[in-house]
């Protein structure tokens, strides 16, 4: 019995000691899945930025040429198109009749993005947003009322 006493005074020592390193290795498991998720976060960022450079890089193109497009079809001269990255605004357009536009247009239903260039586009004719702008807008772009639901619903997740 007195060698089973001096057990039993090891054995918080012991006990102590298994804990500590129970702790270590639980400690260990908790930064190598810390690690992980972090590379792993590191990964999808990196991903969405290589997307976001991708869709920029035909936005550049694919929004400029359909803002020409647009501007022949309707007869609306205009000094340039700009592909930008803006984080408040869609698109806007300059006194001198240069078009600017959000790369992000590109994401979003074509009818909407159309909208957000003929929007531009008619500033031309008139540069604000009287009775006569949206009515130049009606002419152009007959759901224009649609898309502007659309981007007040959706909008800001866009940007
Ligand atoms: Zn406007």
């Not at 005074?9 to 260990?28: C, D, I, N, W, Y």
Request: a positive charge; hydrophobic letters at 35%.
């Amino acid at each position: 019995m007195a060698s089973d006493g001096g057990l039993r005074l090891t054995v918080p020592t012991r006990a102590s000691v298994k804990g500590g390193l129970e702790f270590v290795e639980r400690q260990r498991e908790w930064i190598a899945r810390e690690r992980a998720r972090i590379a792993e976060r590191a990964a999808e960022r990196g991903d969405q930025a290589e997307n976001d450079a991708r869709l920029k890089a035909i936005a550049e193109t694919q929004l400029a040429d359909r803002c020409r497009e647009l501007a022949d079809k309707h007869a609306v001269p205009i000094t340039g198109v700009q592909i930008r990255d803006q984080r408040s605004r869609w698109g806007s357009c300059s006194a001198r009749g240069a078009i600017s536009l959000n790369w992000r247009l590109i994401r979003m239903p074509g009818y909407v993005s159309d909208y957000v260039i003929l929007h531009e586009l008619m500033h031309r004719r008139q540069p604000n947003h009287s009775a006569r702008f949206w009515t130049e807008v009606g002419k152009v772009c007959p759901e224009w009322r649609d898309a502007e639901r659309w981007l007040r619903k959706n909008g800001r997740d866009y940007l």
